[in-house]
């Protein structure tokens, strides 16, 4: 099992960056493909990007593609989002998660941090 806590978060304003982190428990981290969901109010939860076990594959929404970079250190069993140039429809609840399949949405990742909330103001 894995926990998982996001920190990072915060109120931006357009065209800002921000990084976010995840710290993972336990011993098996490079076990598992890590991904960043997003949820903004009154929408699905949905994925912004997700990295492989040992981070030779990534893959981005097309939405945040050439702005977002997803990372990992298996050696501090954290993942990162650095996330450059927001947007007002960057704004949501981010959540890490963990899983095994790379380009899976929500249903392929069996654990979940709390989440952190990005705000960008324009």
């Known amino acids: 099992q894995v926990q998982l806590i996001e920190s990072g978060g915060g109120l931006v304003q357009a065209g800002d960056s921000l990084r976010l982190s995840c710290a993972a428990s336990?011993?098996?981290?490079?076990?598992?493909?890590m991904g960043w969901f997003r949820q903004a109010p009154g929408k699905e939860r949905e994925i912004v990007t997700g990295?492989?076990?040992?981070?030779?594959?990534?893959y981005y929404a097309d939405s945040v593609k050439d702005r977002f970079t997803i990372s990992r250190d298996n050696a501090k069993n954290t993942v990162y989002l650095q996330m450059n140039t927001l947007k007002p429809d960057d704004t949501g609840v981010y959540y890490c998660?963990?899983?095994?399949?790379?380009?899976?949405?929500?249903?392929?990742?069996?654990?979940w941090g709390q989440g952190t909330q990005v705000t960008v103001s324009s």
């Open positions: 336990g011993r098996t981290f490079s076990s598992y493909v």
């Open positions: 998660a963990a899983g095994s399949t790379l380009r899976a949405g929500a249903a392929g990742y069996d654990y």
């Open positions: 990295i492989s076990r040992y981070g030779g594959s990534t």
